[in-house]
């Protein structure tokens, strides 16, 4: 596999001084339609998304009278704070477990194994198989009566009967988590993997020889080089699991008793399932606001050093 | 003061010793968690069913059967899902592919008023979520009586890989020498001959890779096709769940001989073009 650096893709050469092109007038031209497509297909909807947040508004039965914050004032004294709760753990849950994961499978791959080349593409196949899918295949290893999860267990005789995980609260929140752990930690290992091949060798050795240890090495040389790719995979993995649908609509619809509903599940059934659109914007508001905030984080951090953004 | 071959190098060749252990230990247990629910799907898909509801399973397969992978050709319904699924998320990919070329080279080789603005519209798109997103696209296209047609599948994907496509291009137009354009038009070339005679030919890999990701976003996506179309539009990830979580449920055999065919695309695109993938998977730009 070739070097990668983290950051740039790895087309080779060094990167261009900022164009001299000043035709401004075909340069507009050549983005409108991407521009117009994305104002019409996001920018309007996700607006109007939130405007609705404020409208007395049904799927069915159609509305739309101004209610300002009642919505919001509902939402709040409801579902917010359990809805929050399960959002965090959720995100934070499947950023940290895919990233610890990730990251010793990032260093067992930069060791010295048999058929490295080979593992390193081989470890990407989970990350290969659709949200949908995996979740399927996690259900069907933890499924009560004929799942395999269960069958290891008894016969180590760690459970004398079976276990049906999916219908606790919290083992179906850590079931949904293995799930998405299992897809998304060779991502995880295939970005740190790209970074540690970024440390000179030289630096490495010169630490071996003032004596540093395994452990000081990894601490002195390796996580202060890996810092940005780390930034980057642990706030990029944030946003994208503050928001993630499929294996938790899929293995436990947001059950069982609400126990697994984060914002995700919650705007989508009280859109779709309970008809309430005025909620389900309210939810969606409050939803936009907690996300920004990392959002922004990731946006200052991620652009450092782009010449575009400074 | 010791020699260095004393026992110092003893402390040194045994730490070797054990740390070699130690990474193989390691690897294993990565490996298990890794490999083993695809050994599991691969498994499950084969047996018979007598054997699928056994308890305790047998690790190994008894007996091998292809009947649920026949299951799946002779239903009728998944079929036209799969249809959907490979005429969507192509047609989705090759679409946003067209568009974000011009954008990409745009927002890499000319410098005017918007221009961040956009970029930053660009990157944060992705970051929003579908779900709300998905209220909004629900009634516009509703208003529009475009619900459960083909164009609101394309559209709604064009929501996620539009911006992927633009990032990932511009990512690799940046690395093209402005001299090189510079010169084009010097010797006449209009701006169309330069994108389609000069730029296309030189990132033709970035655009196999680009247009790769985006067909495996599309191919993935459940929760627009689960909503703004019905059952004979729908794409396989929607689809899947509506049969087997809910007509079939519990045909757990069938389910896993879906879940791998549905797999298969991605995993033969991913060995055709593994060095793309990673090096577009490390660019940063696309979801994990």
Known sequence: ?310 | MKTASGPWMATRASERALGRIGLYAALALAMFFAFFPIYWMLVTSLRPNAEVFAFPPTLLPQTLTLEHYANFIKNPQLLVYLGNSVLVATTTALGSLIISVYAAYSFSKFRYTGRRALMFLVLSAQMFPQALLLISLYLMFSELKMLDTYAVLVLSFTTFTLPLCIWMLKGYFDHIPTDLIEAAKIDGAGQMQIIHRILVPIVRPALVATGIFAFMRGWNDFIYALTLVGKSKQTLPPGLVLTYIGEFQSQWADMMAASLLVSLPLVIAFILFQRQIVSGLTAGAVKG
């Open chain 1, 1 to 310: 596999m070739e070097r990668v650096s983290p950051i740039a893709p790895a087309t080779g050469g060094r990167r261009q001084r900022p164009g001299r092109l000043k035709d401004t007038q075909t340069a507009i031209l050549l983005v409108l339609p991407a521009a117009a497509l994305l104002l019409a297909i996001i920018v309007y909807p996700l607006l109007n998304s939130m405007l609705i947040g404020f409208l007395d508004k049904s799927l069915i039965y159609g509305g739309g009278a101004f209610v300002g914050f009642k919505n919001l004032e509902a939402v709040l004294n409801n579902e917010f704070i359990p809805v929050l709760g399960n959002t965090l753990v959720f995100a934070i849950g499947a950023t940290l477990l895919p990233f610890f994961i990730g990251f010793g499978a990032a260093l067992i791959l930069n060791g010295p194994i048999p058929a490295r080349g080979f593992l390193r593409g081989a470890f990407l196949l989970p990350w290969l198989v659709p949200s949908v899918i995996a979740s399927f295949l996690w259900l069907w290893i933890f499924n009560a009566n004929y799942g395999v999860l269960n069958g290891f267990l008894r016969s180590l005789g760690v459970l004398s009967q079976n276990n049906s995980w999916l219908s606790s609260g919290g083992s179906a929140m850590l079931a949904v988590l293995i799930a998405k752990t299992w897809q998304t930690f060779p991502w995880i290992a295939v970005m740190l993997l790209a970074g540690l091949q970024t440390i000179p060798a030289d630096q490495m050795e010169s630490a071996a020889i003032d004596g540093a240890n395994r452990w000081n090495r990894f601490t002195h040389v390796t996580l202060p080089h890996l810092r940005n790719v780390i930034g980057i995979v642990l706030l990029l993995s944030l946003i994208w699991n503050f928001q993630h649908f499929e294996t938790i609509y899929v293995m436990t619809q947001g059950g069982p008793a609400k126990a697994t509903t984060t914002f995700s599940v919650a705007v989508y059934q009280t859109a779709f399932q309970a008809f309430d659109l005025g909620k389900a914007g309210a939810l969606g508001i409050l939803w936009m606001l907690l996300l920004s905030i990392v959002v922004i984080v990731y946006l200052r951090f991620g652009m450092r050093g782009e010449e575009d953004f400074a």
